[in-house]
């Protein structure tokens, strides 16, 4: 079992900046991809970024690129999002995910084993 805890959302504005952080605890972090997600009101969760297990490898959906960067601290149990010039469409609850993987990362919704409860994500235009 793994417990996810993310943190760091809050209201900014838009081309602001925000840090959001997942923290695990229960069995060897460094065993699980990780992934972040995000929901909107009225929309399906997306896939926004994936990091493998020794945080060398990191994926991001088109609309993030070159604005997020994930990255993991495995001697911390801590993975983070750094969201620079955030839009409005960026608004959502945001949540980290933990897949139990031997290789790779993971970018679907089913493919992840224990999930965060969320943190909220408001930019205004």
């Known amino acids: 079992q793994v417990q996810l805890v993310e943190s760091g959302g809050g209201l900014v504005q838009a081309g602001g900046s925000l840090r959001l952080s997942c923290a695990a605890a229960?069995?060897?972090?460094?065993?699980?991809?990780v992934g972040w997600f995000r929901q909107a009101p009225g929309k399906e969760r997306e896939f926004v970024a994936a990091?493998?297990?020794?945080?060398?490898?990191?994926y991001y959906t088109d609309s993030v690129k070159s604005r997020f960067t994930i990255s993991r601290d495995n001697a911390k149990n801590t993975v983070s999002l750094q969201m620079n010039s955030l839009k409005p469409e960026d608004t959502a609850v945001y949540y980290c995910?933990?897949?139990?993987?031997?290789?790779?990362?993971?970018?679907?919704?089913?493919?992840?084993?224990?999930w965060g409860q969320g943190t909220q994500v408001t930019v205004s235009s």
């Open positions: 995910a933990a897949a139990a993987v031997v290789l790779g990362l993971r970018k679907t919704p089913q493919e992840y084993d224990y």
């Open positions: 229960g069995r060897t972090f460094s065993n699980y991809a």
């Open positions: 990091i493998n297990r020794s945080g060398g490898s990191t």
